[in-house]
């Protein structure tokens, strides 16, 4: 096996690279950013890497991807693992389930937090003979580093064995709250966002952070310097479990955000989603909160601490953001400014149809539906991102 070094022109919709000990870590939000405001959760959400993969053109006969991963989980309920997905040509062909890596057990009912390491995990992608187009795409649940990557010779063609690819399709630039990082999807080709841009043929660069699109300027000041050529924001329901302001703060604060971006893209098409239904915060402020009751079964769901009474004083539930967020837009005289209600995409019914899995975040066919309303609305014929759609 021949050792391919891992650098950025092998790896697509990602901030930066950084070399470590044990491997490339994969970062989406850039260094500077990271060195300013070194946010915890922030800074974990960023390393997970949400809708990056390596694209190589190879002639090997196979390639070998070595991953150290770290995951979090309750020391009663795990979520499922992450997982390697796998595009040859352009066909899905295999989900590769990680093994090993380090367990992090987090107890909330102490504060307590404990780790054991495993061992890393070796992806094997066997090949046919002559020339592909792999696509890699790494797990968007768990930190991961890059240990290795690997070629096995076929015969020689006078080439290098693996060839980075330049990106190629509209560049799109989207920021969300865990939604769309892709919880609770079934593997990373089904987060929403990913099954969207793979539709239309988008490059995409998914800023989706769990737990973290909370209106925050250094964010707005990584859009604003990122290569796009449409950009989306879905922001609400991280405002609302956070219980981080008030409807006085935000449309202010979403304002000055929307300023930030287009210093740096005046003209770009930019479409801001409001939240998607949640019955949690339908009515009802936050902040979350783990459901005790559900962990001590040994599930993860989630539950609202807030006072339906409270959204007289100004405390945020998901219709007081969708109305906020409509505010904005309309006062903006912006015409490459694009409100979408998030209702639209995954509404009271859908919820109805398809439950959300923890009360919190839509299943796979929720995802499925989610990036197929996108689709239709914003990039299809007279969605705001039409001439970048696939039929452009």
Known sequence: MHAIDITDPLVHGHADLERTAQGVRIHRLPAWLRRLWPEPRLMAMEQQPAGVRLVLDTDARALELTMRSARGAFPTAHRPRGVLDIVIDGEAVSHDVLTGGTLVINDPSTGETSSSPGPAHTSRIELRTGTHRVELWLPYSEDILLESLRAEADTGTGRPLVRPVAPSGTRWVHHGSSISHGSNAATPLGTWPVLAARAVGADLRNLGFGGSALVDAPVAQAIRDAPADVISLKLGINLVGGDIMRRRALVPAMH??????????????????????CSLFEGTPGPSALDPQALARGEIRFMSTGDPADTAGGRLDLTAVREALAEVCAAREDPQLHHIDGLDLYGAQDEAELPL?????PGPEAHARIAERFVERVFADG???AQHGASA
């Open 256 to 277: 000055g955000f929307l300023d930030t971006i287009r210093q740096g893209h005046p003209d770009t098409p930019l479409v801001l989603v409001s939240p998607l239904h």
């Open 357 to 361: 899995p923890d009360a919190l975040h």
């Open 383 to 385: 969605g705001a991102f």
